[in-house]
Each structure stands twice: as structure tokens, then as C-alpha cells.
């Protein structure tokens, strides 16, 4: 288990019924664990997904897959080489390269470019989380959304170092 030691599946939910109806990252009630500063911290460290995840694609089908990872360098506070695949009811794979930047506990990720299954482009999408847990060696939740044209995909998932 990890440091904090909660069922993070209820808080999923829970953050996933107001993304569904909010449609907006920024509207989240994020969970009541204890968000980390990473001021202390030094040096790089990568994160990937632990397998925890729950979404939607615009149909209203649950996510087949999610995987994403980042690399963190703390003294610059920034993101790079990051990517998130998405698999949503349908099968078919979002892509998506990003980098970002890093605020106290609060990470916003920027340039967020990519394609979907057929080669159609990602139009738009938001991807911002917080670091949480242990201060030594932080897990990462983060909500999703990306969208192309008219189809769209959003979600949570847990990072881990």
C-alpha cells in the first residue's frame, strides 16, 4: 500500500462523476490526501502509471487502457518527455506527447500534441495533477481529457516513481 494508505478507487469515482458533468480539470474537487511540496527534493525521477485508472471516451464507454509517464526535474520545476496513451471503449489509441511545469504540489502540463487511431489530430486536451504521499518519494494523481473534433476522451490515473 501506498504511504497514505486510502482506497484511491472511491476517490476515482467520485472525480470522475464531476469531470463527466463538468467537463473541466479545473472544476475537480481533487481527493483529501495530503498534497506534497517537492521543495526539499532534488535531482530527477521518473514516473509511470501503476495500472490505476478510470474513464470515459465521449460515448460513454469505460477506458480500455491508460498508460503515462514523465520525467520530473525538480530543480527546474518542469516536465519532460512526457506521454499518455489512452485505449477508450472502441479500441482505438490516443497518443499524446506533452511537457509541463511543476508549482509547489501542483503539476500543469503544456504542449499537449498527439494523434488518434486513424491518424486524426488531437485538438485540444488538459492534463494537471498533484504530487501526494510520502514527501520522500511522492506518488502523482492526475485527471485527463483529450479531445479531436467531436470525440473526446478523460480519466485519472496514479503515477508512480
Same mark, same amino acid.
Given at each position: 500500500m501506498a504511504y497514505w494508505d486510502v482506497d484511491v478507487s472511491a476517490y476515482l *469515482? *467520485?472525480?470522475l462523476r464531476q469531470l463527466d458533468s463538468s467537463q473541466d480539470l479545473q472544476t475537480l474537487e481533487w481527493p483529501l490526501v495530503q498534497a506534497v511540496s @517537492? %521543495? *526539499? @527534493? #532534488? /535531482? !530527477? %525521477? &521518473?514516473? #509511470? !502509471? +501503476?495500472g490505476i485508472y478510470s474513464g470515459n471516451d465521449e460515448q460513454g464507454a469505460m477506458l480500455q487502457g491508460v498508460s503515462m509517464s514523465f520525467l520530473l526535474d525538480l530543480a527546474a520545476g518542469s516536465i519532460s518527455n512526457g506521454r499518455l496513451l489512452v485505449l477508450d471503449g472502441s479500441r482505438q489509441l490516443w497518443s499524446a506527447g506533452f511537457t509541463g511545469s511543476? &508549482? /509547489? %504540489?501542483v503539476a500543469t502540463? !503544456?504542449?499537449?500534441? /498527439? !494523434?488518434? +487511431?486513424d491518424a486524426r489530430a488531437i485538438t485540444g486536451g488538459s492534463v494537471q495533477g498533484y504530487f501526494i504521499g510520502n514527501p520522500l518519494q511522492p506518488d502523482f494523481i492526475t485527471g485527463?481529457? @483529450?479531445? &479531436? /473534433?467531436? *470525440?473526446a476522451v478523460h480519466g485519472l490515473t496514479i503515477l508512480k516513481q
Open positions: *469515482d *467520485d472525480m @517537492l %521543495a *526539499d @527534493l #532534488s /535531482g !530527477t %525521477a &521518473s514516473y #509511470s !502509471t +501503476g511543476v &508549482s /509547489g %504540489a502540463m !503544456t504542449r499537449i500534441e /498527439g !494523434t488518434v +487511431g485527463f481529457q @483529450l479531445q &479531436s /473534433g467531436n *470525440d
